[in-house]
Nanobody, 116 residues
Framework: QVQLVESGGGLVQAGGSLRLSCAAS????????MAWYRQPPGKQRELVAR???????NYADSVKDRFTISRDDAKTTVSLQMNSLKPEDTAVYYC??????????WGQGTQVTVSS
């Protein structure tokens, strides 16, 4: 079955960088979009970045010019390079994959903590 495994979370100081990766495995039938969401403490889950099968990307305004999402279809992975991290970026980050039949898959989440 489909499994998404996130990695790369951790503790970093403000201004630092972190790279999250999500590896998908199992019977995903034609991945459409891949995305990263995050849920800060006490807040709702929000979209951070999304990348389509065609390579189009969109970012939350709060992370534009700091985060970069990328995908490797051969490896069925999606990554999020996070630079110039701020304390407000602290959240649990979730990998999301949607196939062409709009079936969503979620990772277990990885904690990112940015200290000031």
């Amino acid at each position: 079955q489909v499994q998404l495994v996130e990695s790369g979370g951790g503790l970093v100081q403000a201004g630092g960088s972190l790279r999250l990766s999500c590896a998908a495995s199992g019977s995903i039938f034609s991945i459409s979009t891949m995305a990263w969401y995050r849920q800060p403490p006490g807040k709702q889950r929000e979209l951070v970045a999304r990348i389509t099968s065609g390579g189009s990307v969109n970012y939350a305004d709060s992370v534009k010019d700091r985060f970069t999402i990328s995908r490797d279809d051969a490896k069925t992975t999606v990554s999020l390079q996070m630079n110039s991290l701020k304390p407000e970026d602290t959240a649990v980050y979730y990998c999301n994959v949607v196939n062409r039949w709009y079936t969503p898959y979620w990772g277990q989440g990885t904690q990112v903590t940015v200290s000031s």
